[in-house]
């Protein structure tokens, strides 16, 4: 018996049709965005960049495996079956392992809202990873799996903070720094001043630069010696004054450090 794999046909294109399948039902998948979460068909098509009876039949698929849903009206949007998966994701990295537990306390003792931000340096981008909202969280506060570009703003900072001095002075002479509020520092040299701070503290403070009216303060999360992400909390300008930000910072920091101390990264197998 020939246990080698079975030979698919290639098509035109020179790849095999099984993976070309693949390719194109995760195509269909990659077209939602925060801007397009609700797709009809003909748009999923044209978004996907996939032939509309090829789209319709991958759809009817995917919405049987609960990977998408179709509304009334017709149009597609994601499933719950990816809901589930992520969760799987998120709970599975070194991040979360570390952020989990600090998380909840700070929802119960801060009341605010608290986020947790991945970050992938192959593109700078930052995705956030864990939520736990208050009762009065601000709708402008970034959803679960918003993903965004590493910019200004305390969850930014944090990360950047925790990398070396002349790693972080190369990384932000090329970060996008959009004028998003009349707070938002916008030159080089002011973020790299707030580095500065940063690592002084252990913690990043916005007040009003990323999102009107919202302050936040950020903690780097450490993993292997690199930041692996940031922890926040957030809240309106009238709960968090200046005061309550630094010593917010403080306790995250001490929250952080407790749970890492209690669950040490696993020492590498011999051989």
Request: aromatic fraction near 2%.
């Amino acid at each position: 018996m020939n246990d080698s794999p079975r030979s698919l046909p290639d098509d035109e294109g020179g790849r095999r049709r099984g993976v070309r399948s693949v390719d194109r039902a995760l195509d269909v998948l990659g077209a939602f965005s925060a801007a397009h979460p609700r797709l009809q068909l003909t748009e999923l098509a044209e978004a996907a960049g996939v032939p509309k009876t090829s789209t319709h039949r991958i759809a009817v698929t995917l919405v049987e495996r609960g990977f998408l849903r179709q509304e009334a009206d017709g149009a597609y949007v994601l499933g719950n079956r990816l809901l589930e998966l992520g969760s799987l994701v998120s709970a599975t990295t070194a991040l979360s392992h570390l952020t989990q537990g600090v998380a909840e306390e700070l929802i119960r003792s801060t009341g605010e809202t608290v986020l947790v931000a991945e970050i992938d340096w192959r593109d700078r981008s930052l995705l956030i990873t864990g939520k736990r909202e208050a009762p009065h969280s601000p709708e402008s506060l970034s959803p679960l799996g918003r993903r965004s570009m590493l910019a200004n703003g305390c969850i930014s900072r944090a990360i950047l903070s925790g990398l070396p001095r002349e790693e972080s002075e190369e990384i932000v002479t090329r970060l996008p720094l959009a004028q998003r509020t009349p707070a938002s520092i916008t030159d080089p040299e002011a973020l790299h001043r707030e580095l500065e701070t940063c690592r002084r503290y252990g913690y990043a403070i916005e007040i009003g630069e990323f999102i009107p009216g919202i302050a936040g303060v950020a903690v780097p999360v450490m993993v292997g010696g690199r930041p692996a992400g940031a922890i926040a909390v957030c809240g309106q300008i009238a709960r968090m004054p200046r005061r309550r930000l630094e010593a917010l910072g403080t306790h995250i920091k001490h929250l952080l450090g407790r749970t890492a101390a209690a669950h040490p990264p696993s020492p590498p197998r011999a051989g």
